[in-house]
């Protein structure tokens, strides 16, 4: 959610476009991390494989 608020509150009129642009790719890459991090079952997320 700060990601969004900090892309809402740019001013575009001032910035350079390459900071536009690397903005786009932190938001790209922000939501792909998201997508595989919710794809994984529960209870990988939850408690680290056993080491035997």
């Known amino acids: ?3 969004v608020r900090k892309v809402i509150n740019l001013n575009y ?3 350079d476009s ?3 642009f690397a903005t786009g790719i932190v ?3 922000n939501g ?3 997508f ?3 794809k994984l ?3 990988d997320q939850i408690e680290p494989p056993e080491k035997k």
């Open 1 to 3: 959610m700060a990601i």
């Open 18 to 20: 390459m900071y536009i």
């Open 13 to 15: 009129d001032e910035l």
């Open 32 to 34: 792909i991390t998201c």
């Open 41 to 43: 079952p529960d209870k």
């Open 27 to 29: 938001l790209i890459s």
């Open 36 to 38: 595989y991090v919710h």
